[in-house]
Structure formats: C-alpha cells, structure tokens
C-alpha cells in the first residue's frame, strides 16, 4: 500500500538509521513499492560497546536488513569523512534521518549532543547541497514535563529530549531562509512493531510485555501503570507520515501520533487476550521518575491538515496486526 502519488522508482533516497527499527522499515517501504529506487541505507550498526546505563551504544542489526536489495553503509553520522563521501558520491531526492542516539536514558551528553544535533546539521547541509528534501525524526520526549502536545510546548527533561528540541531549534534557523528543499520534523510519540526487537530493553513495552507473558511470566508493571498513559502509535502509521511529509512545500514540524492516549494496563490487557494467557500483573517501583512523561497525547491536528495524516491503528489493531511477528521472535529469538 502507498500513502501518496510520488513515483519514488526514479529516486536516489538516503536512510540514516536504516539498520534501526523504523529506518529499516522505510527501507522496506520503499523496496516493496517501488522496487527501482534506490536506496541507501547508512548506520553505525551494534558494535557491542555499552553506555554507563548498561545499554548498547547503538541498535543497528543486520536482521532487520535480511532480503534488502539497496546499499549498505556501516558508518558513523560523527565522521566527517563519511559525510564528505556520502555528499560527492550521491545525488540524493530524499534524506530520511532516523539515525541517533534513540534511548532515552542515556546521559553521556557530549555524545548524544554531537550525534543527535551537530550530525544532524551536517546531514541538512548535504539535503540543501543536493536539492534533497529532509525528513528527520524528533520525537515526543521534546515535551517531557509539558502538559501541552502541541508543537511550540516543549519542556525537555533529558538529555535526549533536549537534543531533539536542538534539532528542532537548528530547523527552524534553516526555514527562515531561502531554501528550495523542504525539512519536515516528525516527533513521534511512543512507537511499536515488526523490526524493534533489537533495540533490546529499549523496545516498545509492547513486545517486553508480550514476551514476559508468552514465556509465562507474571507481567511487570511500574506501580500506578493504570495512570501513566502514553499515545502509543503503530510502526505503519510512521511509515505512512514519513512518506506523507515527501508531498512538497510542508516545511515543518508534526507531531506524529494517534491523538489518543492509552495506559500500559491497557497493553497487558490487550496482549493477555489476544494471546490466551493471563497470569495477572506484577507492580514494581518506577526508577526512573525524574526524567519520566507520565502522559502524553499528541495534538495531531496539523500533523493532518498540513500533511494529510490519518492514524489507521487504534492500540487494539496495531498489536493484534503485530502478534504474528512477537510470536515468531518468541519462537526464533528469544532465550
Ligand atoms: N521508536 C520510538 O518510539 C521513537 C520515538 C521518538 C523518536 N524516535 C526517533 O526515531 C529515530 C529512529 O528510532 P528507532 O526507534 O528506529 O531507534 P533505533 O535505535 O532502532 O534506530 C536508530 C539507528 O541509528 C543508528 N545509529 C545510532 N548512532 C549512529 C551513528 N552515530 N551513526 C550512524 N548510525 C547510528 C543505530 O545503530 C540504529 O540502527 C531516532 O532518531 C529516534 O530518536 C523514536
């Protein structure tokens, strides 16, 4: 299925991240329907190096990538000299920038500043060089202590959150010149689906929870679960506002979410029933209160009008169109 009339065979399109949970699934987008662009895929990959929190330093996995056809750069968005060839040896229409520093708990801050921010500059500097429209991904934890999810609301309370609202920042700098390109920022709101697994602790709760009950495990909640809500929105609906913000002149920032929040409560109910087992919930302290967004819901209303957005999945369909794929990851990956 596609989301517009643009005739992507004849383009030269640039994933960063394209190794990540939803670059990889752009890059499927692109290979499924139109089988003659072409498309390079640029990221880091997993080298096995922690941060301080414990984590990967980066999820890239070659798994998410099995069967695409395109070109696959393993490279860091920090070296210039990557960047350098990237500009003189393409010519690109579309840059969709997903790569960066995606966990949120993260606090080297040199690090994610340089990766999210600085690196993101120079990736819009290569879009401007080639006349290339810029699609990056932002995302909801902009708003971190806002209760408002409205773009131009935004109140950080991390390091990751405020290197988005810097990336932001950088793209508001750039609209307010001359620019035959369009930039288009989506802040996603709390993704899930196929290709996330690798992103280890840091995927969606929605497969964590499911593989805690599928392996018959009491699911483990943070105290007070049924209060803390989130717009949890579903990979394909991403997929659709990426490839929506290609229509042109929708220079921007979007929020990208389905507008309606929903608890954890309501995932583990809704796994428990679409996998036939209930052992009841576990509640446990939240560690991470502090630097936690106990609600968010994203105000889409523009996200609609300026780029044609329509969320398709309600909570419900998006993890019943999902338990295939957790169950086969169930089956094949998990230990
Ligand atoms: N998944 C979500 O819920 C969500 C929500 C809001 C925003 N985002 C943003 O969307 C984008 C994609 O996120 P994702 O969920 O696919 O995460 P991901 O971690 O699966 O994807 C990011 C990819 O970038 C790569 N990468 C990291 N540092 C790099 C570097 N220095 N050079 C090259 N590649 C590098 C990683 O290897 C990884 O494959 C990120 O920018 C993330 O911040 C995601």
Redesign the pocket.
């Given at each position: 299925m596609t989301f517009n009339d643009i005739d992507f065979n004849s383009k030269t399109i640039l994933i960063?991240?394209?190794?990540?949970?939803?670059?990889s699934n752009l890059a499927f987008y692109f290979q499924n329907n139109f089988p003659m662009a072409k498309v390079v895929v640029?990221?880091?990959?997993?080298s096995g190096e922690i941060f301080s929190n414990g984590n990967l330093?980066?999820?890239?996995?070659f798994k998410?990538l099995l069967g695409f056809k395109g070109i696959v750069i393993s490279?860091?968005?920090?070296d210039k000299k990557l960047l350098k060839n990237l500009k003189l040896n393409y010519k690109f229409d579309y840059i969709f920038?997903?790569?960066?520093?995606?966990?949120t708990t993260v606090s080297e801050q040199d690090l994610m500043i340089k990766?999210?921010v600085n690196?993101y500059e120079d990736l819009l500097k290569i879009a401007i060089n080639h006349k290339a429209n810029m699609i990056?991904?932002?995302?909801?934890?902009t708003y971190g202590d806002s209760d408002r999810f409205e773009v131009g609301y935004e109140r950080a309370n991390n390091a990751?959150g405020f290197s988005?609202v810097m990336m932001d920042n950088i793209t508001y700098e750039y609209l307010k010149k001359d620019l035959d390109i369009s930039i288009v920022g989506l802040?996603?709101?709390?993704?899930?689906g196929p290709k996330?697994f690798?992103?280890n602790k840091?995927a969606?709760m929605v497969v964590q929870f499911a593989h805690q009950i599928l392996k018959g495990l009491t699911p483990k909640l943070f105290e007070g679960s049924d209060k803390i809500l989130r717009d949890f929105i579903y990979i394909e609906d991403v997929i659709q506002a990426n490839i929506k913000a290609c229509n042109p002149k929708q220079s921007g920032i979007y929020n990208v979410g389905t507008g309606k929040a929903r608890s954890f409560e309501d995932i583990v109910n809704i796994l428990q029933k679409e996998l036939e087992i209930d052992k009841g919930k576990e509640y446990i302290p939240n560690p991470f209160i502090g630097a936690y967004q106990f609600f968010t819901e994203a105000n889409i209303e523009s996200t609609k009008e300026n780029l044609g957005y329509k969320p398709r999945y309600e909570m419900e369909d998006g993890i019943k169109s999902y338990i295939p794929e957790i169950k086969r990851l169930f089956k094949e990956e998990v230990k």
């Open positions: 960063t991240g394209g190794a990540g949970f939803i670059g640029v990221d880091c990959f997993r330093k980066s999820f890239g996995h998410n490279g860091d968005i920090n920038h997903q790569a960066a520093i995606s966990d990766t999210n690196a990056y991904a932002s995302s909801a934890a990751y988005k802040k996603y709101f709390n993704v899930y996330e690798y992103k840091t969606s």
